[in-house]
């Protein structure tokens, strides 16, 4: 069963960019729940899209699905001079994607093979030139050269899709805390009200999350 459940708030100034507060909350998190929580992956909108982001996450190996800015400059390159696909991938010589095998964390750089020996295409006629062995040619892709759009999990990838869908989880959360817990109305609260009563928001909803879990939806309570 999934559930969407808020673990970390934060309360900061509505004149801070959001790019600023989503590092000092992921920061302030990581220190809270180092011994229980892991954060592999970061999902977060166009807004966070720079590279001072990246290059911190990279640091703290969090692979990042970011959505990308479109007013800034999006052009596939790299330092190795390779011919990039709009997904990060190396075109090869056929001018077909080369397939991504894994992703070197401790070298930062993504490994490619060549699509006719994973049986991707079924012929080439640079196959006597590109592979010299069984194995097939291999190609790396340093992402250091391009922070932003050669990321760990390739743009344009479904496996990057299937992620950047999960951020919709916290639209719902934030919907509950608003909508069903009454917070979005305006009403004449001061911060720490409005901080008391969306602790007490979340707290409700792993309660309900609780209580769902172990009894089933609330439509099987109801005799």
């Keep these: 069963m999934k559930l969407d459940l808020p673990v970390y708030l934060k309360f900061t100034e509505a004149s801070r960019h959001d ?15 180092s011994d229980i929580l892991g954060f592999e992956s970061l999902i977060a ?4 899209d720079n590279y001072p982001t990246y290059s911190l996450l990279r640091q703290w190996n969090i692979k990042p699905f970011i959505d990308l800015n479109n007013r800034s400059d ?5 330092d190795e001079g390779l ?20 992703f070197d964390r401790k070298k930062y750089r993504i490994k490619y093979r060549c699509p006719l020996v994973i049986g991707k295409v ?5 196959s006597d030139q590109c592979n010299k062995t069984l194995y097939g040619k291999i190609v790396y892709v340093r992402l250091a050269s391009n922070l932003r759009l050669l990321t760990p999990v390739p743009r344009d990838s479904e496996e990057w899709k299937e992620v950047y869908k999960l951020r919709t989880a916290s ?13 979005e109305p305006p ?16 707290i409700n909803i792993h309660l309900d999350a609780l209580v769902k879990h172990v009894y089933g939806p609330a439509e099987s309570l109801i005799a």
């Design 19 to 33: 790019s600023v507060k989503l590092i000092t909350a992921l920061a302030h998190a990581r220190y809270l729940y």
């Design 45 to 48: 909108d166009s807004a966070h």
């Design 74 to 78: 999006n052009k596939l390159q790299s």
């Design 83 to 102: 011919v990039l696909s709009a997904s990060g991938a190396p075109v090869c010589a056929d001018g077909y994607e080369m397939i991504n095998w894994e």
């Design 122 to 126: 079924k012929s080439c006629p640079y």
């Design 171 to 183: 639209e719902r959360v934030n919907n509950r805390i608003l909508t069903d817990y009454i917070l």
């Design 187 to 202: 009403k004449r609260y001061g911060k720490m009200k409005i901080a008391s009563f969306t602790f007490l928001s979340a």
